[in-house]
T-cell receptor
Framework: NAGVTQTPKFRILKIGQSMTLQCTQD?????MYWYRQDPGMGLKLIYY???????DKGEVPNGYNVSRSTTEDFPLRLELAAPSQTSVYFC???????????FGPGTRLTVL | GESVGLHLPTLSVQEGDNSIINCAYS??????FIWYKQESGKGPQFIID?????DKRQGQRVTVLLNKTVKHLSLQIAATQPGDSAVYFC????????????FGKGITLSVRP
C-alpha cells in the first residue's frame, strides 16, 4: 500500500489565485482529514470527512472547500489564495473505530 | 492546548540516555491518546497509542504512560538514538468525535552524539 499520498509537494501561488491540493489513500479508510501546520506550531484541523459525500468543518475552515466523491480522494480547494494561507498542509485518514490517523507527506504552499 | 510563540520547547539528551517527553491535556472526556513523531520535511508518523482503560503501554524502545487523575501523558524513549531527533506531538480524542484529534504543542527532541 502507498498509504496517504499528496500532490503537489510544493507550490507557490500569487494572491487571488486558486488551486486544489490532492489527497488519495489506498487503505479503504472511511475517515479523512485536512490539517494545516504553521511554523513552530501544532496541527489545526481544516475539514474532515467520515465517508464519501459527507464533509464537515474543522477548527479553521475559512478560505477552503472540500469534496469527497469517492472513498479514496479528498481534495482541498483554495479559491482566493491569501498570504495567511502560507503553510504546510497535511492530509490524513483513519478507519472507523480505530482513531489512529495516518498522514501524508504534506504540501508546502507559499502565497506571495 | 494551543501553541503560543514561534519556538517549540526543546529537550536535549545524550545519545544512549533515556528520554521523557511530557504532555498535558485538558479534556476530561478524552479516552484515546496517541504520540506522533515528525521529522523535518515529513508528515507526522504514528509511534504509540493508549486508551484510557490502561495506564501504561510498551512498544519497541518506547513506553507511553497515562495519568488520568492529573491529565498527563508521557512518552519514554529508551537508549535514545540520533534517529530519534524530531518533533514529537501528543494528541487526544474522546469517543464519538469521529476520531478528530486535538494536537498538543510539539516538543523538539535533540540527541547529542
Amino acid at each position: 500500500n502507498a498509504g496517504v499520498t499528496q500532490t503537489p509537494k510544493f507550490r507557490i501561488l500569487k494572491i487571488g489565485q486558486s488551486m486544489t491540493l490532492q489527497c488519495t489513500q489506498d487503505m479503504n479508510h472511511n475517515y479523512m482529514y485536512w490539517y494545516r501546520q504553521d511554523p513552530g506550531m501544532g496541527l489545526k484541523l481544516i475539514y474532515y470527512s467520515v465517508g464519501a459525500g459527507i464533509t464537515d468543518k474543522g477548527e479553521v475552515p475559512n478560505g477552503y472547500n472540500v469534496s469527497r466523491s469517492t472513498t479514496e480522494d479528498f481534495p482541498l480547494r483554495l479559491e482566493l489564495a491569501a498570504p495567511s494561507q502560507t503553510s504546510v498542509y497535511f492530509c490524513a485518514s483513519s478507519a472507523p473505530g480505530t482513531d489512529t490517523q495516518y498522514f501524508g507527506p504534506g504540501t508546502r504552499l507559499t502565497v506571495l | 492546548g494551543e501553541s503560543v510563540g514561534l519556538h517549540l520547547p526543546t529537550l536535549s539528551v545524550q545519545e544512549g540516555d533515556n528520554s521523557i517527553i511530557n504532555c498535558a491535556y485538558s479534556n476530561s472526556a478524552s479516552d484515546y491518546f496517541i504520540w506522533y513523531k515528525q521529522e523535518s520535511g515529513k508528515g507526522p508518523q504514528f509511534i504509540i497509542d493508549i486508551r484510557s482503560n490502561m495506564d501504561k503501554r510498551q512498544g519497541q524502545r518506547v513506553t507511553v504512560l497515562l495519568n488520568k487523575t492529573v491529565k498527563h501523558l508521557s512518552l519514554q524513549i529508551a537508549a535514545t538514538q540520533p534517529g530519534d531527533s524530531a518533533v514529537y506531538f501528543c494528541a487526544e480524542t474522546p469517543t464519538g468525535a469521529n476520531s478528530k484529534l486535538t494536537f498538543g504543542k510539539g516538543i523538539t527532541l535533540s540527541v547529542r552524539p
